[in-house]
Each structure stands twice: as C-alpha cells, then as structure tokens.
C-alpha cells in the first residue's frame, strides 16, 4: 500500500474507484487522513480494474500492453502528486500549528494553481515587464508559446518536468527544423525559469535539462565584401519603394558602424546634434558618440521627416506598440533584403545583423587595429567588447569608419 507519514501522523493513501459501468475505466483518487478524518481528492485519472493490484496499491500494465505508455504517465503523475501532498504535510509541519487533511487539499490545488509550469512563466513575463525587462519578457513568451504548442497547449506541473520530457521536446524541435542555436534559445530559457522555481523552493531540482542542447555554437558570420556592398549602393530601386527603404537601412547600419536594428529604430532626432549622433546600445547600455557623415545624410533626406520624435523612417507614426512596429518593420526589411541578395548575386540571406558584421569584416580587411574594431563587436562576450572600446578616444573610431566610407567612394573599392 502506497502510504507516506508526516511526523503529525497525516498519511496518504492512493485509492482505485471502479466504474459502476462494467468495460469503463475506473478513476484514481488520494485518500488524505488526518486525526482519523478521511477525505478525498479527486484526480483525472482512469484505468481499467486489471491496470490495479489492490493488494499492493499501485497501476500495473504488462509489457506488451497497448497503453504502456498511458498507464506510464499516469504512474508517474500520481507519484508527483504524493511526492506534492507530502511536501505540503511536511510544510504544515514545521510551521507546529494544527492543520485538516482538507488544508492538505486546499494548498494542493493552490499549488497547481500557481506552479504549473505555464501560470508560474506568465508570472514571470509579467514580472519582467512590469520591471522595464522588456526584452526578457519577450523571449520568455516566444519559450512559452513554443512549449505550450510541444505540449498542444496542455500545461504541465514544475515538479512533473522530466529529463524524457526536454529530450522529446529538443527532439521535437529539431522535427520542425530548428538549428542547434536556436535550440538552445528555448531550452535555455525554460532552463531559467525551472532554476527560479527551485531558487523560490518551489520544487526540488532534478536536472531535467542535463541531456538537451543548451550551449551556443559559433555562427558563420555573413559578411558582405566591400564590391558587394558597393553593388548594393548602385541598384536602381527608385520603382521599388520597400526594396529601396531595405536598402537604405542596411547602409544606414553598416555606416554607423555595425549599429544594430533596435537601436537605430529609437534614435531620437535630439541624438543628432553638432556633427555626431550620440546613443546607449540598448543591449549593453554602453553610450557611442558616431561622426555623422554625408553618406547618412544623404539616406536621411530621402525621407521626410515623420510625426514622431524618432529620426528615421522605422517608426514613422505615434502608435501604442512601438515594438511591435519596430519587429514588423524588421521582418519587411529582412525580407526584402533577400531579394536585394539576389540581384547583386549574392546566393546567401542577407539581414540587417549582416551589416554589422559586414562593418567589422571590411575594417579588419583594412588592417584596423583589432582594439578599435573590438574583432567587429564579435567578440564572445559584450563585456570584452567594452573592454576595447571604452578607453578609446572617439575620434580614433571615427577615423576608422571614415576608412572604410572613404573606399566605397573610390571607383574600384577592394
């Protein structure tokens, strides 16, 4: 008989109720006694009378069982919740005051409540933005989402996530064809948020993710050859506004240096001012001062100035969702640069990331010194990255960039 005590002498029994219907599955039930008054829980669960040994309170099925798996899944969930009941029994415990067995139910419906593992991350997406973590909240919800289609949107307690579990998840990704970086993305989130349950004592770890991919590979950077870039420059695209617009904004990045997308979408049009635009990385929170120079300019007043206080033509008009606006923006760039790819020949994607690294593969080919360029903002860490350019006079950098506009001017650009 599966019976676990508390020092109190609360004990939990796990109970079979046989269908009154012959040929129907009977429902499992926990049996919760406290101070000789018995009460029951309910769960979900169903088997058939052949699947119970009475005598020893446990769900049994033969190997060659057609619901092997089932009946798998429902043993390892009421484990969980015995393991949860009698969590909650110590817990009452040691706070030394007297409890019921329907306290015990009580909390234990709470905990479901409360640390499934799809209520306890919208919490915490909550919780991030509500704190200005924007971002995180973000990449917390695109995890959830993910999971919660893995799982056909049928949640799952903190405390039932199981090393088998990230595994037909990882595979399960690689099934819809995700790379292994971006396998990562997601287990390494939810990795996060399981460490946070069990930082708040919530569950105990169990190292479910010791098995699934969570490290980072080195990418191939796609970077563009100054003759490409220049190509870039010479297409006719005046009868193709969205392809122009795409255009522009891969320049308009490359030619301040590598600046990325989220960031030139929030300049402010008071960052201008006095030859240079001045800006915080919203990644790093670093501060750059960028000379500007006539090639930006020249992209600028190709489009008129917009109704908000933002400087280029990304977000145009006062909405609620300035980040949304930015995303979708993003993505009609993306996609047009693609096409833009094809007609300069280039058999690769090019995006907006390209830029940057298009930007510090050009000043390396140059023979700028890697402590200027910090290896093209591609170093492994953004801390090392600061490292280089933080004791760094402006001016230096700048120099370096008028390098590298200086050879696009030139006829034949190498």
Known sequence: MCILKTTNMA????????????????????QILQERKPRQLSTEYRIFSEEWDEKR?????????SRMVLITTVRESVRSDVER?????????LIGLSYTADDVIEEFHRYRDEYSLFNFMEKLILRHKQNGKIRTSETYASTLK????FRNDE???????????????????????LIPNSISFYTRVLRAVYNRAVEEGIIDNRYPFRKVYTGVDKTVKRALPLPII???????????????????MFLLSFYLRGMSFIDMAFLKKSDLRNGSVTYRRRKTGQQLIIAW???MQMILDKYPENDTDYLLPIITKPVNNERNTYRNKGYNINHNLKKIAAMVGVNVPITLYAARHSWASVAKAKGIPLGVISEGMGHDSEYTTRIYLAGLDTSVVDK???????????????
């Open 11 to 30: 004990s939990i029994k796990v109970k079979f109720r046989p269908s009154t219907v012959p040929g129907r599955e009977g429902s499992i039930y926990y």
């Open 155 to 177: 949640d799952i307690m903190l405390d039932c996530i199981t090393s088998e579990i990230m595994e037909e998840y990882e595979a399960w990704l690689k099934g819809n064809g």
């Open 293 to 295: 120079e006539p090639e």
């Open 57 to 65: 309170g446990q769900i049994i099925a033969s190997k060659d069982s």
């Open 146 to 149: 993910s999971f919660r289609k």
């Open 230 to 248: 220049k190509k870039i420059i010479r297409l006719e695209l005046s009868m193709a506004p969205a392809l122009d617009l795409a255009r522009d």
């Open 400 to 414: 370096a960039n008028a390098i590298i506009l200086e050879s696009l001017r030139m006829p034949n650009c190498l």
């Open 85 to 93: 009941l009698t969590k909650i029994n110590r817990k009452f415990d």
